[in-house]
């Protein structure tokens, strides 16, 4: 819930302070003064600043236009001393776009749904919604005028005008059932995921931004398995400095609040491209200079990032886990930078630890032989790069997309036998693919022996549940 | 404007010059007694940091340069408080808000 409350209080400010500047009411004065009357001058004055919004070519510019309504339309009605008017509970806002006004002032305890002929995904309404778990529908365009039922299926984002009795009758099966599976697995989302013999499976998520932190309650997981640093590293954008990335790490570390959050260095190259980094014209960029061998060959960023790593280190349990990685000597080599970087800090009177260094387990070389790299502080099992490596296979290529298969026989042939020596040997694994996101591959994971497990947010409660059916 | 002070900065925020960075911007910008504008070219035009109506009317997007410019006793200030403002993601990236 503080998270609905943070983004309702954001789009609030905004409003507020929109509502503050005397700018935006300047031209209905000086109308005024000229003998308009007041609410032909709002009207006109914010229909002014709305059309720019929507002459954007910007996604985002053009949806505050909704708020700028918002605002020229609760004003237009206190002018005509109408009281603002909510929504009756449980019902179908139907509209072009609604305010998100209207919004926040819908009781939405039993139910209801939002459908809109034009509206955006990029909207204020469309974050509450999302928040919230509001079913919402965008551009339907023209919708026939006499609609007294409108089914809106939020799943498959299409709506049904007065649904016959049969159409009713699917509907509202499709909604309870989709409501008990929902509900049934929203019990589990606070709990630890443990299965039927009472083994404890640790389920962390995958995020690759700050923003997302502010939808996912720490309390629904045991922390951040991977945490992909590409995003501070905008193609065409200048290269992040040491304080910018040192202030993002931080804060995923601090969300962390003691529990375990891991960083992977930069793994850019293969199919994520940054212009000034990634080399131009590989004949083959999934087996070119990608992940740490593309770090290691650029010795000024891969510092920069470390010393930024070191300092945020401090504020948490961090971890650092490097991509990508092929032989021993680029683990040691990785590790000796790190160590010097800490150093360097240290002797700079710079706040820093040095957090535990582990290894994405992707390159087939790597999981064939996962004891040659007993120095690895844990292992995390990277499956989508290693099912492309072992089945060489691309997911990007329909044809042979069949080919790319996490559940073939040799992917979990090595899977069971780098969980088994890192059983053996002490070292923590964990695997943060795709594939630990899909339900349908749970039961061969924990069969493999692993009990960690880097998860899509929006899958944590799905995948506890179905921990403990198995 | 003869005792000007100039700055400029990329804007590296995911959307731009959007609405929460608009208010953390017109609300620092409130806190200086100096003149305080920007634009989206070196040469203006000039509009005035204290109005969100007139800074989210720029629309000025990622990777686009911000100019500042101010006049007055704190010019300075202003001018670095809010480079540095911008050059932090509006301290989006290290603090949450």
């Known amino acids: 819930m503080e998270r609905v409350e943070g983004e309702a209080r954001d789009i609030l400010g905004f409003q507020l302070a929109m509502l503050e500047d005397d700018a935006l009411a300047a031209p209905a004065i000086s109308a005024i003064a000229g003998g308009t009357a007041a609410h032909v001058a709002w009207a006109g004055a914010l229909d002014g600043e709305i059309a720019g919004y929507e002459a954007s070519d910007d996604d985002y510019f053009r ?34 776009d609604i305010a998100p006004t209207a919004f926040l002032e819908t009781d939405w305890s039993a139910g209801g749904a939002i459908a809109l002929q034009q509206g955006s995904t990029t909207s204020h309404v469309a974050m509450l919604a999302r928040a919230r778990g509001i079913p919402m529908v965008v551009g339907l365009g023209e919708l026939p005028s006499a609609i007294t039922t409108l089914a809106v299926d939020g ?16 509907f509202d099966a499709a909604r309870e059932s989709h409501a008990r599976a929902r509900a049934s697995e929203e019990q589990f989302r606070f709990r630890p995921a443990t299965r039927r013999t009472g083994t404890r499976i640790d389920i962390l998520i995958n995020v690759a931004g700050i923003a997302e932190l502010d939808h996912i309650d720490p309390a629904a997981c045991d922390g951040i398995g991977l945490m992909r640093s590409e995003f501070l590293f905008r193609d065409g954008a200048p290269l992040p400095d040491e304080e910018t990335q040192y202030r993002a790490y931080r804060r995923f570390v601090t969300w962390g609040a003691g529990k375990p959050v891991t960083i992977r260095t930069l793994d850019i190259g293969g199919d994520k491209p940054v212009r000034g980094l990634t080399p131009d014209g590989e004949a083959n960029p999934f ?37 990508m990685v092929t032989v021993p000597d680029e683990l040691a080599r990785s590790a000796a930078l790190l160590d010097a970087c800490v150093a360097e ?45 072992v089945t060489a296979s691309s997911r990007d290529d329909a044809r042979v997309a069949a080919l790319n298969d996490p559940s073939h026989p040799a992917v979990l042939a090595l899977i ?16 943060c693919g795709d594939m630990a996101s899909e339900p349908r ?21 799905r995948l506890k549940a179905a921990i403990a059916e198995l | 404007m003869s005792d000007t002070v100039n ?27 100096a003149t305080l504008e920007i634009a989206g070219a070196a040469d203006g035009p000039w509009i005035d940091a204290k109005s969100i109506v007139k800074v989210m009317a720029m629309k000025a997007k990622q990777n686009s340069t911000l100019f500042v410019r101010a006049a007055g006793a704190d010019a300075q200030a202003a001018v670095d408080a809010v480079v540095g403002l911008v050059r932090r993601d509006f301290d989006e990236a290290g603090d949450g808000h």
């Open chain 1, 416 to 431: 069971t036998k780098v969980a088994k020596h890192g059983r053996e040997a002490g070292i923590p694994v964990s695997l």
């Open chain 1, 63 to 96: 949806a505050r236009a909704a708020d700028l309504h918002d605002i020229r339309d609760r004003v237009l009605r206190h002018l005509a001393g109408e009281e603002d008017a909510g929504a009756t509970t449980g019902s179908v806002l139907l509209g072009d």
């Open chain 1, 441 to 461: 591959h749970l039961a061969a994971l924990l069969e493999a022996g692993l009990t960690s497990l880097s998860v899509a947010p929006a899958r944590i409660a």
């Open chain 1, 287 to 323: 087996l070119g200079l990608r992940g740490v061998r593309l770090t290691l060959a650029r010795d000024d960023v891969f510092r920069t990032q470390l010393r930024a790593l070191a300092r945020a280190a401090v504020h948490g349990n961090l971890k650092v886990m490097v991509p």
């Open chain 2, 7 to 33: 700055g400029s900065v990329v804007i590296t925020h995911d959307v731009g010059l959007h609405a929460r960075p608009s208010v953390k911007l017109t609300k620092l910008a409130k806190g200086f007694a």
């Open chain 1, 345 to 389: 800090l240290t002797a700079q009177g710079i706040a820093c630890a040095r957090p535990p260094l582990g290894i994405m387990v992707e390159v087939p070389a790597v999981a064939v032989v996962p004891e040659l790299f007993d120095a690895a502080a844990f292992f995390s099992i990277g499956s989508n790069d290693l099912t492309q490596y």
């Open chain 1, 155 to 170: 799943s498959s984002g299409t709506v049904q005008a007065d649904p016959d009795a049969e159409q009713r009758k699917h």
